[in-house]
């Protein structure tokens, strides 16, 4: 049996043979697309042992298969969509809209997640509606806002129609062309798309120069007076920066009114038999979709909650959140410093945090230590947009709620907040593989 180590460099050779016909355009999707090595400073070598399924093994010859589906426009109804038109490698693998864009123009309700380090979710999705990769596959493919295909056959039919793909999955498969086969190799290609290799990722294996000292500041607010630590946790093992739990955040709070919601919501899954097609519909296309991970639990304590998104490579993943409703890194922790938004939902862990303007920027600059090494240049134009706007135009700043010196009407919640997050000095145990 080869190694994953011998099965990631057998990939580089293995892209060579996906041929033109399958890209959306003449040039292909560029090496950013490549599977990556595992020769990467932070690589959880154990763990990526862990989440390759038996079911499912890395192969080049399905990973090459995989990737040329993935930027096969002819998995869409319109023949203008593929799974890269929305997860472009040049971007993160996300489009860096608010919401995603679909077939005929439409617009869905939720935010592109990344694809980079997919492998490692625990389950798939902002509300986790898929428990794997392959499973994630059918979802866009036949959402009538993303890829729009009436069924999986149809969009088997679209493959099967291509002499080129009926001799790879032949050679791969060992069978025709079927829409589970698809999945798994798209799957399979996915897992090839790694971010382990950051100046971060190389500070905490000894390196005290990989990163500054506002990253370093940045990383002991983190760990620290930011509480970010609490639901982004890093350790060697999981070096992850995500818990994968769900939480409310006060996000959907900005513009739903979660009781009637929840209560539609229950209505039309009941109706329709409450199945992954329903919920998916809810979730792409309606306004329901701020209900989050709720819409497949039906659970009260999950209304409003979504997933725990990890923060490699947020300077080329722009803009933020579920709905993609923060423009910058500031106003994302500009949120999360005034105590979000209050909803009788929210997250107990979401309070107050006391940040001065000095230590938001620290914990940016910490933030942009996660970046990749080929997204780098891209990365270091975004931050300098974005530090250019947070010093005029800073929408969810409010130092008031910050300190913890006002609170703001709602149900059962005027009056202070409290709690705020305890300063932080220097020697933090947080510097750990510092100086």
Not at 97 to 122: C, E, Y
Not at 275 to 290: C, F, P, Q, V, Y
Request: negative net charge; hydrophobic residues 35%.
């Amino acid at each position: 049996m080869k190694s994953a180590r011998t099965l990631l460099l057998s990939f580089f050779a293995a892209a060579a043979v996906v041929v033109s016909y399958s890209l959306s355009s003449a040039q292909g999707p560029g090496p950013l697309a490549d599977p990556k090595s595992e020769n990467q400073a932070g690589f959880p070598a154990t763990l990526y042992s862990w989440v390759i399924p038996p079911d499912n093994p890395q192969a080049p010859a399905k990973v090459a298969l995989g990737k040329a589906l993935f930027f096969d426009d002819r998995l869409s109804a319109d023949g203008k969509v593929s799974c890269g038109h929305c997860h472009a490698p040049d971007k993160g693998f996300t489009d860096q809209l608010p919401t995603s864009m679909g077939i005929r123009a439409q617009f869905g309700q939720r935010n592109a997640p990344s694809i980079l380090n997919a492998l490692f979710n625990v389950t798939q999705f902002w509300d986790g509606r898929s428990p794997t990769l392959e499973a994630q596959i059918q979802g866009p493919v036949t959402n009538p806002v993303e890829m729009g295909m009436k069924s999986t056959d149809d969009a088997v039919a679209a493959i099967k129609a291509v002499p080129e793909y009926q001799k790879q999955f032949q050679d791969v498969f060992g069978h025709d062309v079927n829409f589970a086969d698809i999945e798994h190799a798209i799957a399979a290609y996915e897992r090839t798309q790694l971010a382990f290799d950051s100046p971060f990722d190389k500070f905490i294996n000894g390196d005290p120069s990989a990163i500054s000292d506002s990253a370093k500041r940045g990383w002991a607010i983190f760990n620290g007076k930011g509480r970010c630590m609490s639901c982004h946790g890093w350790n060697p093992t999981q070096p992850l920066f995500t818990d994968q739990k769900f939480h409310n955040i006060g996000v959907s709070a900005h513009k739903s009114d979660f009781v009637p919601l929840a209560r539609q919501a229950l209505d039309v899954l009941s109706k329709s038999g409450g199945g992954s097609e329903a919920i998916d519909k809810l979730a792409i296309g309606t306004d329901m979709s701020g209900l989050g991970r709720f819409l497949v639990t039906k659970q009260p304590h999950d209304i409003g909650a979504f997933r725990t998104m990890s923060l490699r490579n947020l300077l080329v993943t722009q803009p933020y959140f579920h709905d993609g409703s923060q423009v910058t890194l500031w106003d994302t922790i500009d949120h999360y410093n005034k105590g979000g938004v209050q909803n009788p939902y929210l997250d107990g862990g979401i309070v107050p945090l006391g940040l001065t303007e000095a230590e938001e920027d620290d914990l940016v600059v910490f933030l942009a230590s996660l970046t990749s090494p080929e997204y780098a240049d891209a990365a270091k134009q975004e931050y300098d947009l974005q530090f250019k706007r947070s010093r005029t135009d800073r929408p969810q700043r409010d130092t008031a709620a910050a300190n913890g010196e006002k609170g703001r009407d709602g149900p059962g919640l005027a009056g202070p907040f409290g709690d705020i997050g305890p300063a932080q000095n220097l020697e933090n145990p947080a510097l750990l593989g510092g100086d």
